[in-house]
């Protein structure tokens, strides 16, 4: 949200803008504060140098008119301002949302290296997925794929249960009104086709349960400690998609016999069923053994992806067009 434009051309004038602005209608001194900055300028090169100055400006604002200062906080604070500078051009805003938006605020237990919320999402509807059959997500980690595609298909708005936005903390916020409007989104629906996630490793597990809980899910998903290379498929023909280890901890060998395995497992115990598979192993993803239908290129965070897609058909793929 706009607070207000201004030209400058010096780090003093920048000082006594912010300063004239009243924060007190914003924020009190018991809120605490984070500064982010970006610059686009010969003059204001320095992002933390415009933060430092921001902070200092708010802060000498409040110690002067009420001998108490906010504090700050970069990872979790209450008022969040944002500096955008375009050459000697300002705009000092209010950050409405606080931490990125991806982070719906279900996860509350996941992996160092989990997949992003928005990433799953995506996967999902590149799938082609809409509920309208059984959704298999072995290798489920933290569980973020089944619980996008539950959350898709129970039509549950992301970003409603579990999380706050940073507007929440506005000194003008409204919550009876936001409650209003979380009452006008489309109830959610009930769904009866099974959504299935399972780990070999019972951490993951956990997690995956702690997670669908927070979202309110735990009766809408089956999830259970499974092998996926052992496994026996309970559903029929069904959509599967895997986000295997990319190679991180297994020897090169031993990760294209492992993702020859999954190839293996998917064509004998899958048939009739659709498979994605999403990794960063450009190399071993090659050792699946079975001709994709359809690639997809796409990026977890910078390492380059890819997203196959394996029709599964039951004998040969002549057999089932014959039939």
């Known amino acids: 949200m706009p607070v207000i434009k201004f030209r400058v051309h010096n780090e003093d004038m920048l000082y006594k803008k912010i300063k004239a602005i009243d924060w007190t209608q914003y924020m009190t001194y018991k809120n605490s504060i984070a500064i982010d900055a970006v610059t686009f300028s010969r003059q204001f090169r320095n992002n933390h140098y415009v933060e430092l100055k921001t902070k200092d400006a708010i802060v000498d604002q409040f110690r002067e008119k009420t001998s108490l200062r906010p504090s700050v906080d970069l990872k979790n604070a209450d008022i969040r301002i944002n500096v955008h500078v375009q050459d000697t051009f300002f705009t000092v805003s209010l950050d409405s949302s606080g931490n990125s938006l991806h982070q719906r605020g279900y996860r509350k237990y996941s992996h160092q290296a989990s997949l992003s919320e928005v990433l799953a999402a995506g996967i999902v509807l590149l799938s082609g997925w809409t509920g309208d059959r059984p959704f298999i997500n072995p290798m489920c980690g933290s569980g973020t794929l089944a619980l996008e595609a539950a959350m898709i298909a129970s039509n549950i708005f992301p970003g409603i249960t579990g999380r706050k936005y940073a507007f929440q903390n506005w000194k003008d916020f409204d919550s009876l ?57 309970q559903f029929g023909e069904a959509t599967v998609i895997l986000n295997p280890p990319y190679g991180e901890r297994l020897e090169k060998e031993n990760m294209d016999e492992f993702y020859n395995k999954i190839g293996s497992t998917l064509k004998h115990q899958y048939p009739g069923s659709t498979a994605f598979i999403f990794s960063a192993n450009l190399d071993a993803i090659k050792y699946v053994g079975l001709k994709p239908d359809a690639k997809f290129k796409l990026f977890n965070g910078p390492l380059e992806c890819r997203l196959l897609k394996y029709q599964l058909f039951k004998g040969t793929r002549k057999d089932s067009f014959q039939n």
Do not use: H, Q
């Open 177 to 233: 009104l936001f409650e209003r409007v979380l009452e006008s989104l489309p109830a959610p629906i009930e769904n009866s086709v099974p959504v299935f996630a399972s780990d070999i490793d019972a951490e993951s597990v956990r997690m995956t349960r702690n997670n669908a809980r927070v979202l309110g899910l735990e009766d809408k998903l089956i999830i259970k400690k499974e092998d996926f290379i052992d496994s026996e498929p």
